[in-house]
């Protein structure tokens, strides 16, 4: 059994009404999307996962990642996918620890859609058509730019991932930008 975008958006917007945690979860989509593409996997999956990574950060924020998998498997989801949003967790609110590609790249994007959402908005363009390698390098150097942004998270993420955080970081930019409009991030460009 898969789930489509539709049934996804639909239990994601039950759950939550905030516009900031809606465009997160639109942006980490937007970068777990790209990365299926990346890697040729399945890409309504992995945007599935991302855009529902967060379901139960608002109603149940002391819950998080435990609440979700009482409501995902109360919706009839499939383990793989609940386990992928759950692992997101791993060492602050699940003991599950990314295993699968797709896991591992759900718990380094996760961190880095927010740092890459801060440096948008300090851009005179608001946008992350505009953003490049060497500026969200200098945020992310700077640890007190965004500093809800977990830096460990993404760097642990990059290790088990095994990949350069430049590709990683240039990657999730392309992601972003392929989907600018759709994630609150195309500014005024």
Known sequence: MSINREEAMEL????????ALIKHALQVEAAMMHFAKY????VEKWG???LCHDL????????HCKKTREILEAEGWPEEYI????SHGWGTCSEEKPESLMEKVLYTVDE?????????LLRPSKSVL?????????????????AGCDRDIILTGLEMLDM???????ETIKGLQERAEICGLKGEL
Do not use: H, M, Q, W
């Open 12 to 19: 994601l917007l039950k759950y939550n009404e905030t516009d």
């Open 112 to 120: 880095l859609t927010g740092i890459i959402n801060a440096a948008c």
């Open 164 to 170: 350069d955080k430049n590709i990683v970081f240039e």
């Open 39 to 42: 890697f040729e996997e399945d």
């Open 130 to 146: 505009d953003l490049n390698l060497k500026s969200l390098n200098k945020k992310f150097k700077d640890k007190k730019f965004a």
């Open 56 to 63: 139960d950060y608002e109603k149940y924020p002391k819950e």
């Open 83 to 86: 386990r992928a949003i759950v």
């Open 48 to 50: 599935v996962v991302g």
